[in-house]
């Protein structure tokens, strides 16, 4: 239900087992039991209800670490959790503690100069090193007090600011009961077990992060670990031999395209054009079995040896990749979910597997299609208890996200007769052309992706003043790696605007008409994106 009721069943139940590796600043391994972390809650709690934390806003900013964690789920606790976004600028930090109306902040020493740049004296803070040491399991924990706080199912306890990828920041009213009834129906679909090991990559402050890779790990017994950083996580992979991995789509395709190079460089040169050319699952299709037994086994010990799963969301997966990764043995399942639905509505599960599809709806949760066309495509609209209880100080823009008890998810899609579920888009997203046809951005970005000499892309709709009407425009980051490869320099940029032209014909060729991209805008930098590698469609991109 809530927790504090997460926190002493795990206790209860796995006690001296590990429930969080981490590593100190000498670079030395410390292991945090299950009843330890339980002792630290309870003591952390205590100070902040000591402290006159007691249904107070408290805000926690830092990177993914045990200490985040403690802070997170002693705020939600006590008062009400406000993850906040460690890349914010100072500025906008001090904005969303304003906003949030916050009491206290919890922070990574790293980030100190930014807390105290012109925070308010008002604001008790707490940096994460205070946070060890106010929960010193040793100190005495009056549990009692803890006990007795009121956690009810429709409070909220948890203040997510969610700007998406359009720049306009929206608070998000979670309860504790939201969250756990999500965690609670997705381990009725996926199986997690107690000798799981997770190594947290994505951004905790995210709901898909600390809702499916944290805080359902810890109702079952698995073992948490945290990456160094985006470069080090080949390495990371190798020191903690994870189990199971929350990743984003750009993640996986980054392993996939470092695992197709390896191979093209280590495996007998008759089979390295088969890695160069072709996809890895029909790459190993192409190889004699005992080969490709061993270049899996390889593989996998690349990426700790323990490997079985992926769960994946936040963007639009590649079919292709869950197909390399199953070729190799690691089950790929791809979800989707909201922030507002603290996150997870549908999912492949142990016991539905279309890649093709984001899945069906979770245990417990409903979903429909609403006003369908003659495509069946319609906005996709859900209830269950893990939706939010609206947004925070703004009775419009809550009422308008309901509609007849559902919560309207501004996404579009529709379902197949087995009830999976596909994605086309964003409402607002939408291309319309003169003549009424609708446009999905994200369907022709995801066909142009396919392509390897695309590293990034974003598909707008432009204004024709000629011919009255609209014109689909591909503004795309190339893959200059993969195109060197090709020719065996580092292209000119001719060189590079003929891999993308043609590029860009293969995909016309396959679109009706009305769909086809007719300007190319080749740019010379990455995009800007959100702290899940989401390409924000806003600002600078859609210069």
């Known amino acids: ?109 790293e980030l100190e100069d930014k807390i105290d740049a012109d925070t308010g004296a008002y604001l008790q803070r707490y940096s994460f090193a205070d946070l060890i040491s106010l929960s010193d399991s040793e100190a005495s924990a009056d549990n009692k007090t803890v006990d007795a706080l009121c956690i009810r199912p429709d409070k909220m306890q948890v203040l997510i600011f969610t700007s998406g990828t359009t720049g306009n920041a929206k608070g998000v009213c979670l309860s504790q009961f939201a969250i756990c009834s999500d965690i609670y129906s997705t381990v009725r679909a996926v199986r997690i077990k107690s000798s799981d090991v997770t190594l947290s990559v994505l951004p905790l402050h995210h709901t898909y992060e600390c809702t499916l890779n944290c805080l359902l790990f810890l109702s079952r017994g698995g073992k948490i670990t945290y990456c160094d950083g985006l470069t080090k996580i080949q390495k990371n992979l190798i020191e903690y031999s994870p189990s199971v991995l929350v990743v984003v789509p750009a993640l996986l395709k980054m392993l996939n395209r470092r695992i197709r190079l390896s191979l093209s460089k280590e495996s007998p040169e008759k089979y390295r054009p088969l890695f160069e050319q072709k996809s890895l699952s029909d790459a190993l299709r192409a190889i004699p079995f005992p080969m490709r037994q061993l270049i899996c086994s390889k593989v996998r010990e690349s990426l700790g040896g323990r490997l079985r799963l992926f769960i994946v969301g936040a963007a639009d997966l590649d079919t292709e990749l869950v197909q390399d990764f199953m070729a190799i043995g690691i089950r790929t399942l791809q979800g989707y979910g909201l922030t507002e639905c603290a996150p997870l509505l549908a999912g492949n599960s142990d ?65 197949d007769t087995d009830g999976a579920l596909y994605i086309c888009g964003r409402i607002k997203n939408v291309i319309v052309t003169e003549n009424g046809k609708n446009i999905y951005p994200e369907e022709l970005e995801t066909r142009i992706a396919l392509h390897p000499e695309i590293g990034e892309v974003l598909v707008v709709g432009v204004n024709d003043k000629e011919k009255n009407d609209i014109r689909i425009k591909a503004k795309i980051f190339p893959n200059i790696d993969f195109i060197k490869s090709l020719i065996g320099h580092i292209p000119n940029r001719q060189e590079i605007d003929e891999y993308i032209n043609k590029v860009i014909g293969d995909v016309n060729r396959e679109m009706p008409g009305y769909k086809r991209i007719s300007v190319v805008d080749i740019l010379t930098a990455p995009f800007e994106k959100t702290t899940t590698q989401k390409i924000r469609r806003c600002g600078a991109n859609l210069a």
């Open 1 to 109: 239900m809530d927790f504090r009721e997460l926190i002493n069943s795990s206790a209860a139940r796995f006690g001296n087992r590990t429930a969080f590796e981490i590593k100190t600043q000498f670079g030395t391994k410390l292991k945090i039991s299950y009843r330890e972390f339980r002792d630290r809650y309870y003591a952390l709690c205590n100070h902040f209800v000591k402290c006159g934390l007691s249904g107070k806003r408290i805000a926690t900013i830092g990177k993914n670490c045990f200490e985040w964690v403690l802070s997170y789920v002693c705020a939600a606790t006590v008062g009400v959790a406000v993850p906040l976004d460690k890349e914010l600028s100072a500025k906008d930090i001090h904005n969303f503690l304003n906003a949030a109306d916050c009491a206290a902040v919890c922070f990574d020493q």
């Open 351 to 415: 016991f539905y597997l279309n890649p093709k599809s984001t899945g069906i709806a979770m245990p417990g949760i409903r979903l429909k299609i609403d006003n369908p066309n003659a495509e069946g495509i319609g906005e996709i609209l859900a209830q269950g208890d893990n939706i939010m209880l609206g947004y925070f100080n703004d009775p419009k823009a809550t009422q308008k996200a309901f509609r007849d008890g559902w919560f309207c998810t501004g996404d579009i899609g529709y379902m």
